[in-house]
């Protein structure tokens, strides 16, 4: 293995950090490769805020459905999916009224922006990720940054058309961490052939069969599989509700 794929192989989602801060010039190369991602069109359509502000993080910890490592990572970097700026340019450059006079409909930013904006935000921040592990630096996603739509976008002066797809926290390995590896379903049920493979109940069932054998060792909602058991923690829970209530306010700025 080069030194890339080591990289990418060592990786665990890290939240128990160091004592070291990550200083400015550390964190300035991770933003720069950050920027160096691929982006659809060259356009950019994210961006990046930097948090380090103690208070704003103790704020997050509690509004992410209550997760407390995050307010002890020393960064957290906040990808937003972003047409702001790309929708302000095309109205001081008067764009609406050139395409009025070109007889076609102005397309206001919409769920096609919105789409390839999170592309962006999130090929961006993986790209963040995989720089900062390389400089000995670990992170975690926080998903949960799309609950409390309302909250955030006052906390962080969101506009109109900023997405906060994903929250990242950052700090560095503690030097004696033990990294445990969690397991990935078999690459057959992942990678397909040249079409898509529609799978058998039968090897469904056989995707699932190991989480099913470590589900029996650990049953917290005393159901009677694995697939009841992750609903209940996950899509039928009460943060699945929020995140969804949150994001239908989000999609309502983009047409
Ligand atoms: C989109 C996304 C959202 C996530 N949200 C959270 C989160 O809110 N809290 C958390 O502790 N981990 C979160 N994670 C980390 C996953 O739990 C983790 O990637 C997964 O369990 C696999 O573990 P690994 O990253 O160590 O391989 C998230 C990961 C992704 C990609």
Same mark, same amino acid.
């Given at each position: &293995?080069?030194?890339?794929l080591n990289? !990418?192989?060592?990786r665990?989602? =890290?939240?128990?950090? #160091?004592?070291?801060?990550? #200083?400015?010039n550390?964190?300035?190369?991770i933003?720069? $490769?950050?920027m160096?991602?691929p982006t659809a069109?060259?356009?950019?359509m994210y961006s990046?805020?930097v948090?380090?502000d103690q208070?704003t ?9 209550n997760?407390p ?5 020393p960064v ?6 972003? &047409? ?8 001081i $450059?008067?764009?609406?009224?050139f395409?009025?006079?070109r007889?076609?409909?102005?397309? $206001? ?6 789409m390839? $904006?999170?592309?962006?935000a ?5 790209t ?9 630096i670990g992170?975690?996603?926080?998903g #949960? !940054? =799309? +609950?409390?739509?309302?909250t955030?976008?006052? =906390?962080l #002066?969101? %506009?109109?058309? *900023?997405?906060p797809?994903s929250? =990242?926290?950052?700090g560095?390995y ?5 990294r445990?590896?969690?397991?990935r379903?078999?690459?057959?049920f992942?990678?397909f052939?040249?079409?898509?493979k529609?799978m058998s ?8 069969n190991e989480k099913e054998r470590?589900?029996?060792?650990n049953? %917290?909602?005393?159901a +009677? ?6 609903? *209940? ?7 699945f509700?929020e995140?969804k209530?949150? !994001?239908g306010?989000?999609?309502?700025n983009?047409?």
């Amino acid at each position: &293995m080069n030194d890339t794929l080591n990289i !990418i192989e060592n990786r665990v989602s =890290l939240r128990k950090y #160091d004592k070291r801060d990550i #200083d400015d010039n550390t964190l300035n190369q991770i933003l720069h $490769s950050t920027m160096r991602a691929p982006t659809a069109g060259n356009m950019m359509m994210y961006s990046v805020i930097v948090i380090r502000d103690q208070k704003t993080k103790e704020i997050l910890s509690k509004t992410c459905d209550n997760q407390p490592f995050i307010a002890t990572a020393p960064v957290l970097l906040l990808f937003v999916a972003d &047409m702001e700026k790309w929708h302000r340019y095309f109205q001081i $450059s008067k764009a609406e009224e050139f395409e009025e006079k070109r007889n076609g409909e102005y397309s $206001s930013p919409s769920t096609a922006d919105l789409m390839l $904006s999170i592309s962006d935000a999130l090929i961006a921040a993986q790209t963040a990720v995989i720089a900062a592990e390389s400089l000995g630096i670990g992170s975690c996603y926080i998903g #949960d !940054i =799309l +609950e409390n739509y309302e909250t955030h976008k006052e =906390l962080l #002066d969101l %506009p109109k058309y *900023a997405f906060p797809i994903s929250l =990242l926290t950052f700090g560095y390995y503690e030097e004696e961490y033990k990294r445990n590896h969690r397991d990935r379903f078999d690459e057959k049920f992942v990678v397909f052939n040249e079409k898509y493979k529609k799978m058998s109940d039968e090897e469904i069932k056989e995707m699932f069969n190991e989480k099913e054998r470590l589900f029996k060792e650990n049953n %917290p909602y005393d159901a +009677e599989n694995f697939g009841q058991m992750f609903y *209940a923690r996950k899509n039928g829970s009460e943060y699945f509700e929020e995140m969804k209530r949150s !994001i239908g306010e989000m999609l309502k700025n983009w047409k």
